[in-house]
């Protein structure tokens, strides 16, 4: 139990298809993030909340859109993905502040056909 | 400009022997937080330690221990007696004091304990 859950763990899906990403946070903790991890390269934030609004959004496309709608829950819904937006999809949360610990969930793992 | 660099991709020894996992990073802020974290196979980060750059002290526990050396920028990560439990991908990062909670990651060291 990491305190962090993510579902589901596993997606596949085409090109056209519009799916969402879950993410729960049973730690109390006040800021979410979703991060993009790759294979060979550093893992990438993508979007930030605190306290259910958005603070950060690091030039993701469009076809990601993120939704908090409240501490504990964040999801990301993906629209028209492409392949090489294939990879796996970290879920974090923090007490925030200062760069206190992230907790980071089990992640999905998305492959687009 | 942050940056983390982890030049060892893959790293692979034999159980009990001692292993240091390297970590450089970059950051013009005086003040900055080190972590490291591990990535089982399961897929979750799994926080191990993090660091402020004012205390260059370095930690032990238990099998892992951690060396700040500021004057080189480097964090690195020594476990010893290393065991096969210890096999994952683990992740040197660098997190500002200001701005977004936003941690910089390195590339990641896949480290491979042969029973």
């Known amino acids: 139990e990491t305190g962090v859950t993510q579902t589901p763990r596993h997606l596949v899906m085409g090109m056209t298809n519009k799916k969402s990403l879950k993410c729960e946070q049973h730690?109390?903790?006040?800021?979410m993030y979703w991060y993009k991890q790759s294979a060979k390269k550093p893992l990438e934030l993508m979007f930030v909340?605190?306290?259910?609004?958005?603070?950060e959004n690091n030039s993701v496309p469009s076809r990601f859109s993120p939704e908090c709608p409240n501490s504990s829950h964040l999801f990301l819904h993906l629209h028209t993905l492409q392949p090489e937006d294939s990879a796996l999809y970290l879920c974090a949360s923090s007490q925030g502040g200062q760069n206190t610990e992230a907790f980071f969930g089990q992640g999905t793992r998305l492959t687009v056909v | 400009a942050q940056k983390v660099t982890q030049a060892q991709t893959e790293i692979s020894v034999v159980e009990k022997e001692d292993v240091t996992l390297d970590c450089v990073y970059e950051t013009r802020d005086t003040t900055y937080y080190l972590f490291w974290y591990k990535q089982p196979p399961s897929g979750e980060l799994v926080f191990l330690i993090r660091r402020n750059s004012f205390d260059e002290q370095n930690e032990i526990s238990g099998r892992y221990s951690w060396n700040f050396q500021k004057s080189t920028s480097s964090f690195n990560f020594t476990i010893t007696a290393s065991q096969v439990v210890d096999s994952a991908v683990y992740f040197c990062?660098?997190?500002?004091?200001?701005?977004?909670?936003?941690?910089?990651f390195g590339t990641g060291t896949r480290l491979t304990v042969i029973p």
């Open positions: 909340y605190n306290f259910k609004e958005q603070t």
């Open positions: 730690l109390g903790h006040n800021a």
């Open positions: 990062a660098l997190g500002r004091q200001t701005g977004a909670n936003n941690l910089f």
